[in-house]
C-alpha cells in the first residue's frame, strides 16, 4: 500500500490482487478532479500490469463515494472545465478495463459512486448502503453511460424510475434489482470481494480475460455513443437553465 495516506487513491496488492482504495472520507470520497485523475492512473497502470489479475475498487471511512466534490466545484476560482477534462479519461479507463473488476460497497454510492457499479463485473453491497443517481435533481443529464447502461443492467422502468425521480436506493434493494451481485451486512462486504477476487485469480488467466471479453462484448462502442449524448444533453441543460434563470430573475 502506499505509504503517502493523504494521496487521492491508495493501492494494496495482496498476490495477483490489487486493492485500490478512495481516500477522501473527511468528504465521504467525494472526487475532486486530482481524484479523477488518480484513479484513471491507477486503473491504467493495473490494467498493464502483468502481475495484477483482478481489481477491487473500495472507498476509505463511512462511504464508497459521495460522486463529484461539489464543494470544491464552488469554490471561487475553480476552473469547472477541469473536472470534465478530468472525469472523461476516467470513464475511458473504466470503458476499457480489460480485467475483472470488483466493486465492495458501503455507505453512500452517489453519482459517479453508482454509476462506476455499472462498469463492475461483480459487485458487493451491504445492505444498509444508500446509492442514488442524483441527476435530475442537480440539474444535468445522467452520466458515464448511465442512460444506457443502467436500462440494461435493471431494466428500463426501474431505471427510469430511479433516474427520474433521483430517490435512495438501499443496498437490498439494489441486489433485488440486479445492480449489485449480493447484499451482505456491513461488515462482511469487503471480506466478500476479497474471496471473489482471489477464486477468480486462481483460474487460467488469459480464459478470464476473454470471459471478461466476451460478457462486455460490445459494450464499449454503445457506451461511448451514450456518454457522448449524455455531454450533449448537459451542455443543452447549461444553456437552457441559464436562460431560464436569466428570465427568471428579469421579471
Known amino acids: ?26 468528504r465521504l470520497n467525494a472526487f475532486d478532479a ?39 466545484l464552488a469554490e471561487p476560482g475553480t476552473d469547472n472545465s477541469d473536472f470534465g477534462h478530468a472525469f472523461a479519461p476516467l470513464i475511458v479507463a ?12 458501503h455507505g453512500a454510492a452517489v453519482g459517479i459512486g453508482l454509476t462506476m457499479l455499472l462498469y463492475c463485473d461483480v459487485v458487493y453491497v451491504a445492505e444498509d ?17 448511465s442512460s444506457w447502461l443502467l436500462p440494461k443492467v435493471i431494466g428500463t422502468q426501474r431505471a427510469a424510475e430511479l433516474i427520474l425521480s433521483a430517490r435512495w436506493l438501499s443496498g437490498i434493494e439494489a441486489a ?3 445492480l449489485a451481485t449480493a447484499a451482505l451486512p456491513a461488515d462482511q462486504v469487503q471480506a466478500r470481494a476479497r474471496e471473489s477476487a482471489e477464486q477468480i485469480a486462481a483460474n487460467i488467466g488469459p480464459a478470464v480475460l ?16 451514450a456518454v457522448q449524448r449524455e455531454d450533449d444533453a448537459a451542455r443543452a441543460l447549461i444553456r437552457e437553465l441559464g436562460s431560464f434563470a436569466r428570465k427568471f430573475t428579469t421579471t
Open 94 to 105: 473504466l470503458v476499457e478495463f480489460p480485467k475483472p473488476l470488483i466493486a465492495a460497497v
Open 210 to 225: 476473454a470471459a471478461k471479453r466476451l460478457l462486455r462484448h460490445g459494450c464499449a462502442d454503445e457506451a461511448r455513443a
Open 1 to 26: 500500500m502506499s505509504t503517502n495516506t493523504t494521496e487521492p487513491v491508495l493501492v494494496a496488492d495482496a498476490g495477483a490482487v490489487r486493492t485500490l482504495t478512495f481516500n477522501n472520507p473527511g
Open 176 to 178: 433485488a434489482y440486479g
Open 34 to 72: 486530482a481524484g479523477f485523475r488518480a484513479l484513471t492512473k491507477a486503473l491504467d497502470d493495473a490494467a498493464s500490469d502483468e502481475a495484477v489479475a483482478v481489481v477491487i475498487v473500495e472507498g476509505a471511512g463511512k462511504a464508497f463515494s459521495s460522486g463529484v466534490d461539489l464543494r470544491a
Open 129 to 145: 448502503a444508500r446509492l442514488r443517481a442524483p441527476f435530475t435533481s442537480l440539474g444535468t443529464a445522467p452520466e458515464a453511460a
